[in-house]
């Protein structure tokens, strides 16, 4: 009897107009549901792509909807050549979304026989038909219709973001709102909705919008030359959203070579031209069928059943050969090319000299000098070549040949903007790269955002280029950060020296990790508290302490003391001293709280971007 009193209410709730039941507080659309609820096919927008969301939705859109929200979006046929209802003709674009509905309950027609598809649809309407698709019964709803049916619709979070009466009809913003809401909510049986479709959730318990958009994602594809990215797509180039390596960017943007990816329902696409090019020196786990190979130094994963071939034993490319490598956006190779098809520039410094030895396709031992090079992109690659470490070199690959040569400094001054945006005049490029380095070959990639507010002198830029727009595009500078070294505590320092003879003792932490460091003829003239440790060759080459300072509070961004702020690193170390002994602690555990007496070191070695509190130690009150 309740279930035959339900499928009644629930066809009374399309027509009738009783008592008027609001739904929760209005709220805009935001991206992360529009982009949901596109990627999932459940609302589309029009040929350009708009989504027209202040439009109210009809009885027929919304059966669509329904439809695509459910585990039965596949089993539509469009070709249904039944009379369902008396004003829908057999051949209408929406009968097989119909006939699903019909056949699960979820939407049912009128008492007349009557579907009426071009009436809007109204919030009572699409709360009844979202909680039949929910599973709900009448055993789920215990009171009076409509008004327990609409209390359960908001009790669920159904109607979150929906500010409509019962009898309100709906737009398309709020159907975004309400499928979003639909793929969160619990399901009869106590899982939640999106779950139960297969879909996966994030730690939030939500629908995961990141998944969802690699499930429906087409490529990789490579752009070759001579095509027209706009005329490969499967939807028009209005209204297109393009992110190139990460960045916002257009259609027109896409050059030969590049490496891309679309989403038809999102029309979004991906371009990426991350490139590796070097000699082939290995495969792995043989060349019969490899799944990685050594390219310049460095192994890449490979990522398409082509480029396997391509590297493999019966492809065009043999060990010895100068490639390069197209990469896709998880780093792994789509494609290879021979590494003269396309010219590549990299910019950097040496980080060390040795010999490489590899077997070339014929089995012979080669053995060639090289260098490795930690270009402004952060990856470090080995070419043939013999040049002092520390040197500030380009590396250009042409006509299947890589040359490394020795780069004249290039100076460059001024402030850094609050935003990060700017250095002097001159504006950073998107995806600027920025690599700090010294004289030992250390390096270190830094983003723009880094160096915001500081003022470089002309002795922290080594080298700079600008784009075709004059923009910095890449920057390399001379210590300037004092980020390439370790910092840490030294909990237990020793040093004595008898005559000529010396010995030393220290015991330190650096991120956690304890270590000891002893010496029987140098003294680094270091005691207990924060220190810099510099290593060369692996090994520790200098120990000196770090700026101490007795703070009042810290926060997330800042060590205080009484009036005046010193800016935290990143990479900031924080540990409590507990009976004598240390153990490093989140720094939330410490901040804004006043039961701690805190003790901060920071550097203050000169450099121009750097000051910043490295270590903190703090004890708790008695």
């Keep these: 009897m309740k279930k035959r009193l339900l499928s009644a209410a629930l066809a009374i709730c399309l027509t009738a107009s009783l008592l008027s039941v609001t739904a929760a507080a209005s709220q805009s659309v935001t991206d992360t549901q529009e982009q949901t609820v596109r990627v999932l096919g459940i609302i589309n927008g029009d040929a350009a792509g708009n989504m027209n ?4 939705v009809t009885r027929a859109q919304f059966v669509k909807m329904l439809v695509a929200a459910s585990a039965y979006k596949d089993d539509v046929d469009e070709d249904v050549n039944v009379l369902l209802f008396r004003d829908v003709a057999v051949n209408y674009w929406a009968s097989g979304y119909m006939k699903v509905a019909v056949e699960h309950g979820w939407l049912t027609g009128y008492a007349d026989g009557t579907f009426r598809p071009g009436n809007s649809v109204t919030l009572q309407a699409a709360a009844a038909a979202t909680l039949r698709l929910l599973g709900y019964t009448s055993d789920d709803v215990s009171s009076l219709f409509p008004t327990a049916l609409m ?3 908001t009790a669920l979070g159904l109607g979150d973001g929906v500010s409509k009466a019962r009898t309100e009809n709906l737009t398309r913003g709020d159907c975004v709102n309400i499928f979003y809401n639909l793929m969160n909510a619990a399901s009869a049986d106590g899982s939640v909705y999106a779950q139960s479709l297969g879909y996966a959730l994030n730690s939030a318990g939500k629908i995961d919008y990141t998944s969802l958009v690699t499930a429906d994602m087409k490529g990789p594809f490579v752009l070759a030359s001579g095509e027209d990215l706009t005329s490969l797509l499967p939807f028009s180039s209005g209204n ?34 991350t490139k590796a090019t ?3 020196t290995a495969a792995s786990p043989s060349r019969v069928a490899p799944t990685a190979v050594t390219v310049a130094g460095n192994s890449y994963t490979i990522g398409t059943s082509s ?3 391509q590297l493999s034993a019966m492809g065009g490319f043999a060990l010895g050969d100068t490639v390069t490598l197209l990469l896709g956006m998880d780093g792994t190779i789509v494609d290879v090319i021979p590494a003269g098809v396309t010219d590549t520039t990299y910019y950097g410094v040496v980080t060390s000299t040795q010999t490489s030895s590899y077997t070339d396709s014929t089995g012979k031992a080669v053995s060639v000098k090289t260098d490795s090079v930690a270009c402004t992109d952060g990856v470090v690659r080995e070419y043939p070549g013999s040049v002092s470490v520390g040197t500030l070199v380009s590396v250009v690959t042409s006509g299947g040949t890589a040359k490394i040569t020795n780069l004249s400094s290039k100076s460059l001054s001024g402030k850094i903007n609050e935003a990060g945006t700017k250095l002097g005049t001159l504006n950073f490029a998107d995806n600027a790269e920025i690599l700090d380095t010294n004289s030992n070959g250390d390096y270190l990639r830094v983003y723009p955002l880094r160096l915001a507010s500081y003022t470089l002198s002309g002795d922290d830029v080594r080298y700079y280029t600008l784009d075709e727009d004059g923009n910095i595009s890449r920057l390399v500078l001379s210590d300037t950060t004092g980020d390439l070294y370790s910092y840490g505590l030294i909990t237990k320092a020793t040093e004595a020296s008898y005559g000529t003879s010396v010995s030393s003792y220290y015991e330190y932490i650096i991120n956690g990790i304890p270590g000891v460091e002893t010496s029987s003829n140098t003294l680094y003239s270091a005691s207990t508290g924060g220190a810099i440790f510099r290593y060369k060759d692996g090994a520790i080459s200098s120990i000196k302490n770090l700026k101490s300072m007795t703070i009042t ?9 009484g009036s005046e702020q010193y800016l935290l690193s990143q990479t900031v170390q924080v540990y409590q001293k507990v009976d004598g002994a240390y153990q490093q602690i989140n720094l939330t555990a410490i901040a804004g709280s ?6 901060a070191w920071y550097d203050d070695f000169g450099y121009d971007a750097g000051g910043l509190v490295r270590v903190i130690v703090a004890t708790l009150k008695d």
């Excluded at 969301?53 to 109210?56: A, F, G, I």
């Excluded at 916002?248 to 371009?271: H, I, P």
């Design 53 to 56: 969301l202040s439009e109210n």
């Design 151 to 153: 209390k359960k619709f």
């Design 240 to 273: 297109v959203t393009v992110y190139k390596d990460g960045s916002a960017s257009t259609l027109a943007s896409a050059n030969t070579y590049d490496v891309y990816y679309y989403n038809k329902n999102l029309r979004t696409v991906w371009l990426y031209d």
């Design 278 to 280: 070097g000699t082939y």
């Design 307 to 309: 480029a396997a071939y």
């Design 553 to 561: 509070s810290v926060n997330n961004l800042y060590a205080v003391k």
């Design 594 to 599: 006043d039961q701690y007496t805190l003790q």
